[in-house]
């Protein structure tokens, strides 16, 4: 039995591939951005002296990482028809994203924010700096240098997992792959170019953040910390 690989049938799709690789990054990002900002409020909560705060944070945290990302797409999707809201694939695969990731970042900023030494939060308010000033630069901007390794790295899983949205029909590069293999009748070549165009995403992402860094961070910068 020989093996036949015909990539010139599947490449003839390249608009759509590019189109659902564009797709991906872009539902990457969005939910990136959201995910960090639904993180820290959550990383604040597991953290806060009220129990109650604390409590539904924790239970947040614990629900979604214990729980299949494919079983919490399907019930934000259904969940939102049953109530009657008729959303994009897009739109809710954004909003599962965010959901998932943020319960991951609460954990990764939650051991930023333990890392920052108490002695450099009353120094800062020695020097009389407002409060604002205090959480931004002195607590909040260190917390994510000190993290931003496995910030990366999760948002980099994320990007992998947003395969799973083409389960909802989110037209992303794995659901453009289904298509593909359902009309050329050539699953293997079409993985195998899917394969390839993840791992070159995942290197455009990652460079992506490292730029982002330099540009968030110029003390790591000064050091060479990056390279």
């Not at 995910?35 to 109650?52: M, Q």
């Not at 945290?61 to 049953?82: H, K, M, S």
């Not at 389960?167 to 794995?174: P, R």
């Not at 659901?175 to 995403?201: H, K």
């Amino acid at each position: 039995m020989s093996l036949s690989l015909d990539f010139q049938t599947v490449l003839e799709y390249w608009p759509d591939l590019l189109s659902g690789a564009i797709l991906t990054m872009e539902i990457t990002v969005v939910a990136a951005i959201f995910g960090l900002i639904l993180g820290i409020f959550g990383a604040i909560g597991r953290r806060s002296k009220i129990r109650l705060v604390s409590t539904i944070s924790g239970i947040y945290v614990e629900v979604i990482r214990n729980t299949p990302f494919l079983i919490q797409i399907f019930l934000v999707y259904f969940g939102l028809a049953v109530l009657g809201l008729k959303l994009s694939a897009f739109t809710v695969a954004i909003g599962a994203l965010t959901i998932n990731t943020g319960a991951y970042t609460t954990e990764i900023m939650r051991a930023g924010f333990d890392a920052v030494p108490r002695a450099q939060i009353e120094s800062a308010e020695g020097l009389a700096l407002s409060p604002f000033q205090i959480y931004w630069h002195i607590v909040l901007l260190p917390a994510m240098e000190n993290v931003y390794p496995s910030l990366t790295s999760q948002f980099v899983l994320m990007m992998l997992a947003s395969s799973i949205c083409s389960q909802i029909s989110a037209e992303e590069l794995t659901g453009v792959a289904t298509y593909i293999q359902s009309t050329t009748f050539r699953a293997f070549a079409t993985y195998i170019v899917i394969a390839v165009i993840y791992v070159m995403l995942s290197f455009v992402l990652r460079a992506g953040f490292w730029g982002l860094g330099l540009f968030l961070f110029p003390r790591r910068r000064r050091l060479g910390a990056w390279l």
